[in-house]
């Protein structure tokens, strides 16, 4: 097994969360570093640290520097020269996760596009640098070889783009025909790990993969289940992190869209996790959610993993995020189905509802 040394932050929050991460990119942690802030200038890291690191480096051996924070190109050269050894920042550890879990062809050629658009970004800084002389050409190759690089980095974004707009083309058809058949449809989304697949099985009667390894699921998949007397298209989908790189949404947009086309989008909140976690983990979907132009009224608040909660502890929590008084939260377990009747009811009348906002918009009522 390939080891690591962390770079991480002081709080509780971000070292479970990067250990989740290594764990998931199957790094072992030798040793963690924790620094208060990561963002100086030439490495990422004061220089009295870069000393300490070295040393720890000599006796533990390992694989690779994982840093948890987006690193400049600039300061990942220099702190890969510095340490003679390789770094990886918190977007190329992300990547490095999802290359390893894309099972679909349209979600390896999603995390084909983010790695090129990261070799993209480092290459823009390469040139910039060869071109004011201060790196005598990089990978032993000339400026002239440097533009033939950044040409050959851009027609292979160009080839895989095309290709996922085909897919994309493709999911409208489907999307149109389930439409034509006259589906209602209602996507589950949220944070990592917060058991969006552990509920889309319950409700389908699916055995989709679940584990606590983040980013478990990377590829939409959508089934049906009966919601009373009719069925209804429920669809799982990639869960998000905070800073997760913009150009891996970008690369999973056309998936993710799907949360903007459906009747109902289920935001998954694990409810057990600690106030801080709760808020910044919420915080980071709501963004995300709304950059990706999800309406907020389609969007029905749900509390998972809330058996062993009391109903004290579970209203703290929805205080927390003001959504107590809210009439489209619900507090379920999708291990035990706790609330699943709430849950449908909510769901139902939702469809309902966001039916009668479309027909009034189109003059039908
Ligand atoms: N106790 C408890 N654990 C749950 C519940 N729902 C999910 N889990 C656990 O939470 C972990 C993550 O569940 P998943 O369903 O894989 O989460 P996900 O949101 O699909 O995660 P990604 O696909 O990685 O984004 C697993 O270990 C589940 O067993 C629940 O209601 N109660
Ligand atoms: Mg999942």
Redesign the pocket.
């Known amino acids: 097994m390939n080891t690591c040394i962390l770079v991480t932050y002081f709080d509780l929050d971000s070292l479970s969360e990067a250990k989740g991460l290594c764990d998931s990119a199957q790094y072992k942690i030798v040793h963690v570093i924790n620094q208060k802030y990561l963002q100086h200038a030439k490495f990422g890291l004061s220089e009295g640290v870069i000393s300490e690191i070295k040393e720890i480096i000599q006796k533990a051996k390992p694989s690779v520097v994982v840093f948890d924070e987006i690193l400049k190109p600039s300061q990942n050269y220099n702190l890969a020269s510095e340490l003679k050894i390789e770094i990886l920042d918190r977007e190329s550890l992300i990547l490095e996760i999802f290359e390893s879990r894309a099972r679909s062809t349209e979600s390896q050629m999603q995390v084909k596009l983010a790695q090129l658009r990261y070799e993209m970004s480092r290459a823009k800084e390469k040139v910039r640098l060869t071109r004011m002389g201060e790196q005598p050409g990089f990978m032993g190759i000339g400026k002239f070889e440097v533009d033939v690089y950044y040409n050959d980095i851009k027609n292979r974004m160009s080839s895989v783009k095309s290709k996922l707009q085909k897919a994309g083309k493709q999911r409208e058809l489907h999307r149109q025909s389930r439409k034509r058949i006259g589906f209602n449809t209602v996507s589950i989304a949220?944070?990592?790990?917060?058991?969006?697949?552990?509920?889309?099985?319950s409700l389908t009667g699916e055995r989709k993969?679940?584990?606590?390894?983040?980013?478990?699921?990377l590829t939409t998949t959508t089934r049906k289940f009966k919601l009373e007397k009719e069925w209804v298209l429920v669809s799982?989908t990639?869960?998000f992190i905070s800073k997760l790189p913009a150009y891996l949404i970008e690369a999973f947009r056309s998936t993710l869209e799907e949360l903007t086309f459906t009747d109902v989008v289920l935001v998954?909140i694990?409810a057990?996790d600690t106030s801080s976690k709760l808020k910044s983990k919420f915080s980071n979907c709501m963004k995300t959610l709304i950059e990706l132009g999800v309406q907020r009224d389609k969007i029905i608040f749900v509390f998972?993993?809330?058996?062993?909660m009391n109903e004290g502890e579970i209203i703290h929590k929805m205080e927390e995020l003001e959504l107590d008084n809210n009439k489209k939260c619900v507090a379920?377990?999708?291990?035990?189905k706790k609330n699943f009747d709430t849950l449908k009811e909510i769901i139902r009348e939702n469809i309902g509802e966001h039916k009668r906002i479309i027909n009034k918009n189109s003059g039908m009522e």
């Open positions: 949220g944070y990592t790990s917060a058991g969006k697949t552990t509920l889309f099985n993969e679940k584990s606590a390894k983040l980013f478990t699921t799982d990639v869960g998954i694990d057990t998972n993993k809330t058996e062993k379920i377990s999708a291990v035990t």
